[in-house]
């Protein structure tokens, strides 16, 4: 059992813990294979957990999404579940601390772990004699671990990026200088991607490459894998930057000394940060370049439009295929996933999907990030509704939208939730803010008509959203964990409530909006949401009763809309269908 | 002249720079006459501004409410206005700065000058080699200064108080405890009245005693004017506390060693902070006391709901006689404010106006803060709105309502604003929330309609109402500058939007509404809000085609609480009215 050989090597180096996070050295929300450490040693493929093993316990600590996957891929590996947020179950740190005596040795690979954890561990445990250690005990067990990828890198195009790596940098120097800084430190691989104007298909269905990247007031530098380059890369990154081998950033960086050095704690790794020696000053902080990156300059916004009128499409297509479909047979949710990709495959500029679609029938929907697999899928019936969250990489910007599509006879519950979910929706598309109004403000906007009905959803409203990188990004985020940023012109988020019951249904309607100017007065600058999503919202699920004469406006001016962007695209059945799924709607 | 004088003195005692604040030793919203030193020294009368003088400059500072009043009253004083918030215009302590040479000498009366201001003083002052000085350069100077009033202190009763002191020490000493606190130095009067079930008549509108009050984990002190206290309050107090002379806990403070103290330094003067050696430590944060009275117990709660509806006879009576009156002669406003005064007089409990009412016609109502005064204020005639914003201390409560009432022919701005603004008030009135949620949060409820309509109101939502206290106070505050603090079932609080026309008019709908339990289901447990204030709200102004059916039905059923809660308390002729003005509003 791999578990027994881990302990061996805890023994022969003397570790009495050892973690396994589910991290890479760069904080990322989805991890190459080659990274996966926590999967190889528990068994468990979820994309969040913990594993701690210490001389005879192992326990893995996941959240609510996973506990019945944890349970079972964990069977006979000699871990047991720790179930995050139930009552009375510790933390991972608490567990440690709890248990740990004098003397004993806490072991961690610091490449895969996080400043920021690093940092509440340390303080955590910081009353006990204990040592934590840097040691990788996982790499000499993995014998048949998948390689880091090979992929090439390449460059994306100006007409896609809007702006050059100089002027990008240049910008960044900006944001160094109102901070102070001497240098900055960039380890989150969306961030470099878009300093550098590269993609590459390093991670599945987001189009970075696996890279460091350090900026100076005068020279940047960045670290890579150089077998990733081609000559013409080379050549448009030396326009701005040096390059080193990848590993070699974490030597470079002992070099630094009475310097003010920016980095975000929450993406360096523990081992890049400890090679920086205590003459110089850390200033910390998000990413400079997720400020800069988040407001998207007029080609980006221009181009989004674009590819979200054209993924609209194929959204509009899947919906009309799917519920003629569902009248002559019963189609399994995988079917309807791969059919959807399909739709999207065909049109201009795709790259791939932005993250794995989430098709849900009936109460799989009711499971935040249900994923049907090959073992483990729903066939689509002629009731009910059918969740379908998907997206997109186009080399012109990145899709992220959520329909919930009425497939025959609904209850009447279901009806007053889709109903509601719809007024929530309405509620933050309509909005209009001052400027200065924060990404936490807004989110109980579209709360309130929930709120009023006894609902909620336990997920933030909206997620910043990247262009052909990260479709959650940030610095902003609709949500009462929002950090309180102002939102600004050029910001693009998504606008996504729901209700979810056990058991019974899971509904969420998505369209991405971004912030435009809207009219100066007396009372200052207001801001409002220019929704650039386009796909039906299935009128055939609403209950009439329940919107406002200004909500049943708002709806019929979107779908309006809808028609206008689409209907030249489709074939004569398809756009007969949208126009009377998009027809005007009244009491 | 005055001015010539204090710089003869800051001549003798070798100050450069004179700082004369708004303040009383205990961080009191209005002040008692004897500490308007401010006023004294610049002739300027109104609630805030800071004079500075130094050898050859004397600046007032004040902001936007007074601008046009300050200008008029330090004519021929020496003093010129600083305008706070206007472009260009530096703060006095950024002037300080700018201006002030090495080896000058800062002077302030350290008992006027709160502690967290000072620390803000400092930190700007750092990098100079200067001095700041406690010194009191107005003692001699202001030979004919008020006396500090001497009004017997007498008990809160506690029929109507809810709590007896020991309880009220007992929850604080338990608040205490959590903060790992030895004592806590309480300086803030509502705080201090609220502790221990007594009040006073120190300060106009609010029943408060100047004193200070310390209360440690076994043992408390009272520090007061002797001469204010009967046998009775004596013997009242010494259940629980000790007593000294007001002045002696300068002195008493400086035997603490080695002890956690807790401390509001937005409430604890300099001087009184800087007795406490360095062998303390200090914890700092709102003052315990106002969390524990924030939340009103039972009696308190069931006592200010009667209160409010009494309060709301006399609002209504008056409404129905201005209605009246103004159709025969034009009204003065201070003669409106009179008889609203009038009728409070009549009514059971009653104490004084909670804070001096504001009674404003048409235009005047766009300034915030318009006082009529014996030499300005206008004649209200039988068109267009009057603003009336008032409130009353009764023994059982403390009211705060405002109306803005129809007096005849409107035009169709007017009309407008006065529905955007009822949109508003509904809004929050009837929101329900997740435990948990903010006071920040909420603000943005009632914000959404007007930013809709591209309106806004530059105050916060609400404030906390005091009970049989201060008409303003903590810790929660329905505002963007809201501290985050989450809502409690038993917080007491205002719900007051509005829209403001420079020239034009002034529109604001206030009620004061208390938070309690809703449902509890798989969301979470759910709040809401109860609405105490009862008086009609002006039909003859709104345009039902702005309102949605939800909206109407809310008012409707709040007009039909107002008619079923007052009706009986009002002669016919205002009875048939009542019911008039209180019928069920359609499209």
Same mark, same amino acid.
């Given at each position: 059992?791999?578990?027994?050989?881990?302990?061996?090597?805890?023994?022969?180096?003397?570790?009495?813990?050892?973690?396994?996070?589910?991290?890479?050295?760069?904080?990322?929300?989805?991890?190459?294979?080659?990274?996966?450490?926590?999967?190889?040693?528990?068994?468990?493929?979820?994309?969040?957990?913990?594993?701690?093993?210490?001389?005879?316990?192992?326990?893995?600590?996941?959240?609510?999404?996973?506990?019945?996957?944890?349970?079972?891929?964990?069977?006979?590996?000699?871990?047991?579940?720790?179930?995050?947020?139930?009552?009375?179950?510790?933390?991972?740190?608490?567990?440690?601390?709890?248990?740990?005596?004098?003397?004993?040795?806490?072991?961690?690979?610091?490449?895969?772990?996080?400043?920021?954890?690093?940092?509440?561990?340390?303080?955590?445990?910081?009353?006990?004699?204990?040592?934590?250690?840097?040691?990788?005990?996982?790499?000499?067990?993995?014998?048949?671990?998948?390689?880091?990828?090979?992929?090439?890198?390449?460059?994306?195009?100006?007409?896609?990026?809007?702006?050059?790596?100089?002027?990008?940098?240049?910008?960044?120097?900006?944001?160094?200088?109102?901070?102070?800084?001497?240098?900055?430190?960039?380890?989150?691989?969306?961030?470099?991607?878009?300093?550098?104007?590269?993609?590459?298909?390093?991670?599945?269905?987001?189009?970075?490459?696996?890279?460091?990247?350090?900026?100076?007031?005068?020279?940047?530098?960045?670290?890579?894998?150089?077998?990733?380059?081609?000559?013409?890369?080379?050549?448009?990154?030396?326009?701005?930057?040096?390059?080193?081998?990848?590993?070699?950033?974490?030597?470079?960086?002992?070099?630094?000394?009475?310097?003010?050095?920016?980095?975000?704690?929450?993406?360096?790794?523990?081992?890049?940060?400890?090679?920086?020696?205590?003459?110089?000053?850390?200033?910390?902080?998000?990413?400079?370049?997720?400020?800069?990156?988040? *407001?998207?300059?007029? @080609?980006? $916004?221009?181009?989004?439009?674009?590819?979200? &009128? /054209? =993924?609209?499409?194929? !959204?509009? %297509?899947?919906?009309?295929?799917?519920?003629?479909?569902?009248?002559?047979?019963?189609?399994?949710?995988?079917?309807?996933?791969?059919?959807?990709?399909?739709?999207?495959?065909?049109?201009?500029?795709?790259?791939?999907?932005?993250?794995?679609?989430?098709?849900?029938?009936?109460?799989?929907?009711?499971?935040?990030?249900?994923?049907?697999?090959?073992?483990?899928?729903?066939?689509?019936?002629?009731?009910?509704?059918?969740?379908?969250?998907?997206?997109?990489?186009?080399?012109?910007?990145?899709?992220? *939208?959520?329909?919930? @599509?009425? $497939?025959?006879?609904?209850?009447?519950?279901? &009806? /007053? =939730?889709?109903?509601? !979910?719809? %007024?929530?929706?309405?509620?933050?598309?309509?909005?209009?803010?001052?400027?200065?109004?924060?990404?936490?403000?807004?989110?109980?906007?579209?709360?309130?008509?929930?709120?009023?009905?006894?609902?909620?959803?336990?997920?933030?409203?909206?997620?910043?959203?990247?262009?052909?990188?990260?479709?959650?990004?940030?610095?902003?985020?609709?949500?009462?964990?929002?950090?309180?940023?102002?939102?600004?012109?050029?910001?693009?988020?998504?606008?996504?409530?729901?209700?979810?019951?056990?058991?019974?249904?899971? *509904?969420?309607?998505?369209?991405?909006?971004?912030?435009?100017?809207?009219?100066?007065?007396?009372?200052?600058?207001?801001?409002?949401?220019?929704?650039?999503?386009?796909?039906?919202?299935?009128?055939?699920?609403?209950?009439?009763?329940?919107?406002?004469?200004?909500?049943?406006?708002?709806?019929?001016?979107?779908?309006?809309?809808?028609?206008?962007?689409?209907?030249?695209?489709?074939?004569?059945?398809?756009?007969?269908?949208?126009?009377?799924?998009?027809?005007?709607?009244?009491?």
């Amino acid at each position: 059992m791999i578990l027994d050989k881990l302990r061996e090597k805890m023994k022969d180096e003397n570790i009495d813990y050892y973690i396994i996070p589910t991290l890479d050295p760069h904080g990322s929300e989805y991890l190459p294979d080659y990274y996966r450490e926590r999967a190889f040693i528990t068994g468990f493929t979820g994309s969040a957990g913990t594993a701690v093993v210490s001389k005879d316990k192992a326990y893995l600590w996941t959240d609510g999404r996973y506990f019945i996957q944890a349970q079972r891929q964990i069977e006979n590996t000699g871990f047991e579940l720790m179930k995050m947020g139930e009552e009375g179950v510790l933390t991972y740190t608490e567990w440690i601390k709890e248990n740990i005596k004098d003397n004993e040795v806490v072991g961690l690979n610091a490449k895969y772990y996080l400043q920021n954890s690093y940092d509440s561990l340390e303080s955590a445990l910081k009353d006990k004699s204990i040592e934590i250690k840097d040691i990788d005990l996982i790499k000499d067990l993995w014998t048949n671990r998948p390689n880091l990828p090979k992929d090439k890198i390449f460059i994306h195009d100006i007409k896609f990026a809007g702006k050059s790596i100089e002027e990008k940098i240049s910008e960044l120097r900006n944001s160094m200088r109102e901070k102070n800084a001497d240098l900055t430190i960039i380890t989150s691989l969306d961030d470099i991607a878009w300093l550098f104007n590269i993609r590459c298909n390093d991670i599945e269905n987001t189009p970075v490459a696996i890279s460091y990247a350090i900026v100076e007031r005068d020279k940047a530098y960045f670290f890579v894998d150089k077998d990733k380059l081609t000559d013409e890369v080379v050549k448009h990154l030396n326009q701005e930057a040096e390059i080193f081998e990848y590993d070699e950033i974490f030597d470079f960086v002992k070099n630094y000394n009475n310097k003010n050095i920016y980095v975000d704690k929450n993406r360096i790794n523990n081992k890049l940060y400890s090679n920086l020696n205590s003459s110089n000053n850390i200033i910390s902080g998000r990413n400079l370049t997720e400020f800069l990156k988040g *407001i998207k300059n007029d @080609i980006e $916004l221009t181009n989004q439009r674009k590819t979200s &009128i /054209r =993924d609209g499409i194929a !959204v509009t %297509k899947f919906i009309y295929w799917l519920k003629n479909e569902v009248k002559k047979r019963e189609i399994s949710e995988i079917e309807a996933s791969e059919k959807l990709r399909s739709f999207r495959e065909a049109l201009e500029n795709f790259v791939d999907d932005s993250f794995g679609t989430i098709a849900a029938y009936k109460e799989n929907a009711a499971m935040a990030h249900y994923t049907a697999t090959e073992d483990n899928y729903s066939m689509i019936k002629d009731k009910g509704f059918l969740l379908v969250d998907s997206g997109a990489q186009y080399l012109d910007g990145t899709t992220d *939208i959520t329909r919930t @599509i009425a $497939l025959g006879e609904l209850n009447s519950e279901e &009806i /007053r =939730d889709f109903t509601l !979910v719809l %007024k929530s929706h309405l509620a933050l598309m309509s909005a209009k803010f001052l400027k200065g109004t924060t990404d936490r403000s807004l989110d109980i906007i579209s709360r309130y008509p929930l709120w009023k009905e006894n609902e909620d959803y336990k997920h933030g409203t909206g997620h910043g959203v990247g262009y052909f990188l990260n479709v959650h990004e940030g610095p902003h985020s609709i949500s009462q964990r929002g950090e309180g940023i102002p939102m600004e012109v050029g910001m693009v988020v998504s606008n996504e409530p729901g209700i979810y019951k056990e058991g019974k249904h899971g *509904i969420r309607t998505e369209n991405i909006i971004e912030v435009v100017k809207d009219i100066k007065n007396a009372n200052g600058e207001f801001y409002k949401f220019n929704t650039i999503s386009f796909a039906p919202i299935d009128i055939d699920a609403i209950d009439v009763n329940i919107l406002s004469e200004e909500e049943i406006n708002e709806l019929n001016e979107y779908h309006e809309a809808v028609y206008n962007n689409l209907s030249n695209y489709l074939q004569d059945n398809e756009k007969n269908w949208l126009r009377e799924v998009t027809k005007k709607i009244k009491r």
